[in-house]
């Protein structure tokens, strides 16, 4: 079965501090995966995904396939990337891409 | 248009009523999926259109819960009989279409809060 997997429910850090948001995976296939992030008083949005492999916001995750984890890094946090930060992964299909989502974890950036 | 758009953005009604969710996709996306957030959880799928049809209704919890885009464009959500247990953040998220990266990042409404009570 499709899991994904986010262990903390709240990290917190001081400004400047490197974050590391944490998921894990299950799935028996190729899975596409994704990072979305929810910001206060608004909509779920994408931040990134595994294969475009690039930096958003100073934000990047690697997928590894041997730990089958896709932790979501930054090196010096801000205050502006407080919110909710939900992994996700679907299967890469011309059928639909059905996305399973974590059960996120807050980001609280201390001043 | 702007961005996919909900309504209501807020729904109470009793239990054992009937109700309707409306979701309006991005202009020209062919997928529009349905989700349900409930409190402290991610987001869970439950339905998934192509175009008019429903290609995978897997998701959807029983019977009560229904779903038709008639057009291939707006949305209706439609639960009878609802159920305390309902109660959730449903949203809704349209992508150009299926497939590879792309055409297929999901953009989300801001979802429809329901509450039974």
């Known amino acids: 079965a499709q899991r994904v997997t986010q262990p903390e429910k709240l990290l917190s850090v001081f400004k400047g501090a490197p974050v590391e948001l944490k998921c894990n995976y299950s799935?028996?296939?190729?899975?596409?995966l994704f990072w979305y992030v929810q910001y206060s008083r608004q909509r779920l949005q994408l931040l990134l995904r595994?294969?475009s492999r690039e930096s958003i916001k100073g934000f990047t995750a690697d997928l590894n396939k041997g730990e089958t984890s896709f932790h979501l890094k930054k090196p010096f946090a801000q205050e502006e990337d407080s919110a909710m930060y939900y992994c996700a992964l679907s299967q890469v299909s011309e059928y639909g891409n059905k996305l399973v989502f974590g059960a996120g974890t807050i980001l609280r950036v201390k001043s | 248009g702007a961005g996919v758009s909900q309504t209501p953005s807020n729904k109470v009604t009793e239990k054992g009523k009937y109700v309707e969710l409306r979701c309006d996709p991005i202009s020209g996306h062919t997928a529009l999926y349905w989700y349900r957030q409930s409190l402290g959880q991610g987001p869970e799928f439950l339905i998934y259109f192509q175009g008019t049809g429903a290609a995978d209704d897997s998701g959807l919890p029983n019977d009560r819960f229904f779903a038709v885009r008639p057009e291939g464009s707006v949305s209706t959500l439609k639960i009878q009989r609802t159920e305390r247990g309902d109660s959730a953040v449903y949203l809704c998220?349209?992508?150009?279409?299926?497939?590879?990266?792309?055409?297929?990042?999901?953009?989300f409404g801001p979802g429809t809060r329901l509450t039974v009570l």
């Open positions: 595994h294969i």
């Open positions: 998220a349209s992508s150009l279409r299926p497939g590879l990266a792309g055409t297929n990042e999901q953009f």
């Open positions: 799935y028996s296939g190729s899975p596409e």
